[in-house]
């Protein structure tokens, strides 16, 4: 199974971008799909996380309020829908799905935020 992100561009500060993580096919067992991201020098963190069982949620500080992690079961597909956007929020994102002790991660789509 593969995952491909998309979604990522160029936009200007306070505005929005919505992310999307297919996976190429159905992952059983998932424990939790996730976002990351790194910035330019930085290591990358993680953002956003969606459980596979209850779909409870956990955001980092910097994103709360502002981003929105979700899933569509049908479609395989983790979303990250980002609002109020800044420019300390440039960086490659990355999902990552952790199912039955693997971890799957898509190649990076790049956000650039404008000020």
Same mark, same amino acid.
């Given at each position: 199974?593969?995952?491909?992100?998309?979604?990522? *561009? $160029? =936009?200007?500060?306070?505005?929005?971008?919505?992310? /999307?993580?297919?996976?190429?096919?159905?992952?059983? &067992?998932?424990? !939790?799909?996730?976002?990351?991201?790194?910035?330019?020098?930085?290591?990358? *963190? $993680? =953002?956003?996380?969606?459980?596979?069982?209850?779909? /409870?949620?956990?955001?980092?500080?910097?994103?709360? &309020?502002?981003? !929105?992690?979700?899933?569509?079961?049908?479609?395989?597909?983790?979303?990250?829908?980002?609002?109020?956007?800044?420019?300390?929020?440039?960086?490659?994102?990355?999902?990552?799905?952790?199912?039955? &002790?693997?971890?799957?991660?898509?190649?990076?789509?790049?956000?650039?935020?404008?000020?």
């Amino acid at each position: 199974v593969q995952l491909q992100a998309s979604g990522g *561009g $160029l =936009v200007q500060a306070g505005g929005s971008l919505r992310l /999307s993580c297919a996976a190429s096919g159905t992952i059983y &067992g998932i424990t !939790t799909l996730e976002w990351y991201r790194q910035a330019p020098g930085k290591v990358r *963190g $993680l =953002v956003a996380q969606i459980t596979g069982g209850d779909s /409870s949620t956990y955001y980092v500080d910097s994103v709360k &309020g502002r981003f !929105t992690i979700s899933r569509d079961v049908a479609k395989n597909t983790v979303y990250l829908q980002m609002n109020s956007l800044k420019p300390e929020d440039t960086a490659v994102y990355y999902c990552r799905i952790l199912a039955g &002790g693997v971890a799957y991660w898509g190649k990076g789509t790049l956000v650039t935020v404008s000020s």
